[in-house]
């Protein structure tokens, strides 16, 4: 059973940094894509980063590129998403999710998901 918990959100005012973490269950972080989504009010969920479980390639949106970085260490079961220079309209719900296979930037091909953490920014 995989199972994934996200921490580390929280209200921040615009140009701060923030560190999300997904704790996941043993193995999973060595052998499961990835992914970091995000979803605003009224908004559907957007694909925010991926790292895939074998080369530990990463992917970002064009949207967080240069700004958010997908990490994870495999020790400690954990995904990171490392988010600088955060701005207004990063604000939402940001999710942990796990697949099976090769990368996807699909929501809907993500089979495993954590029940997320609200990330605020203020202007």
């Known amino acids: 059973q995989v199972q994934l918990v996200e921490s580390g959100g929280g209200l921040v005012q615009a140009g701060d940094s923030l560190r999300l973490s997904c704790a996941t269950s043993?193995?999973?972080?060595?052998?499961?894509?990835m992914g970091w989504f995000r979803q605003a009010p009224g908004k559907e969920r957007e694909f925010v980063a991926v790292?895939?479980?074998?080369?530990?390639?990463?992917y970002t949106a064009d949207s967080v590129k240069g700004r958010f970085a997908i990490s994870r260490d495999n020790a400690k079961n954990t995904v990171y998403l490392q988010m600088n220079s955060l701005k207004p309209e990063d604000t939402a719900r940001y999710f942990c999710?796990?697949?099976?296979?090769?990368?996807?930037?699909?929501?809907?091909?993500?089979?495993?998901w954590g029940q997320g953490t609200q990330v605020t920014v203020s202007s």
């Open positions: 999710a796990a697949r099976w296979g090769i990368r996807s930037y699909v929501s809907r091909e993500y089979p495993y």
């Open positions: 043993s193995g999973t972080c060595s052998n499961y894509v």
């Open positions: 790292i895939s479980w074998n080369s530990g390639a990463t």
